[in-house]
């Protein structure tokens, strides 16, 4: 049972360049979530989705975007990246909301230079 | 912005002691939750507590709850050298709506042998 799974596990990006970090879950969850984590500043929510075709923005959304492919998928889009979008990306899934457990996948390592 | 933040920022101890941190929040929650974070790794869930509880039990962890004072701790008890990581609380809110988890800033645990 893998769990969350993202992809890559490490990217470097010019500035201005463009990529997708996908995520899948393999636990039948309706949430899923992207998280940026920062040294210092903990986790900072960027989207979530509470439910298959839904997406809504989270604390620090600007420069993302998302797509809810399916029940399993919620990847993250960064159209035009900048060095303030260097950080460690975490993709998250819980079986309905806040009053469950969220599951991490072991995130995504983005330098932008 | 936090909800949670964590006390203390770090903390040393040796194999066999008992490890207290704290967690302090601003708003009125549904539950509260603790993760662990391995270097390199995704967030791990540990416990949730919700607001009408006030302690929890999970093997060597105690979690507390006091929403009067608006804060939490987690004790682990009789610290291995593989509990060293860093330990983050969650919260949610009151409001209505989908609710989200808001992450504080962690402490960093060590254990030394």
């Known amino acids: 049972n893998a769990g969350v799974t993202q992809t890559p596990k490490f990217q470097v990006l010019k500035t201005g360049q463009s990529m997708t970090l996908q995520c899948a879950q393999d636990m039948n969850h309706n949430s899923m979530y992207w998280y940026r984590q920062d040294p210092g500043m903990g986790l900072r929510l960027i989207y979530y989705s509470a439910s298959e075709g839904t997406t809504d923005k989270g604390e620090v959304p600007n420069g993302y975007n998302v797509s809810r492919l399916n029940k399993r998928e919620f990847s993250l889009r960064l159209e035009s990246a900048a060095p303030s979008q260097t950080s460690v990306y975490f993709c998250?899934?819980?079986?309905?909301?806040?009053?469950?457990?969220?599951?991490f996948g072991n995130g995504t390592r983005l330098t932008v230079t | 912005s936090q909800q949670g933040e964590e006390d203390p920022q770090a903390l040393s101890i040796q194999e066999g002691e008992n490890a207290t941190m704290n967690c302090s929040y601003k708003?009125?929650?549904?539950?509260l939750q603790w993760y662990r974070q391995n270097s390199g790794r995704g967030l791990v869930h540990l416990i949730l507590?919700?607001?009408?509880?006030r302690e929890k039990h999970s093997g060597r962890l105690r979690v507390t709850l006091d929403t009067s004072k608006k804060s939490s701790s987690l004790l682990i008890t009789a610290s291995r050298a593989a509990d060293t990581a860093s330990y983050f609380c969650a919260t949610d809110a009151t409001n209505t709506g989908f609710q989200k988890l808001v992450f504080g800033t962690g402490t960093r645990l060590l254990v030394s042998p």
């Open positions: 998250a899934s819980s079986e309905a909301g806040t009053g469950y457990p969220l599951h």
């Open positions: 708003t009125s929650i549904n539950n």
């Open positions: 507590i919700r607001s009408n509880e």
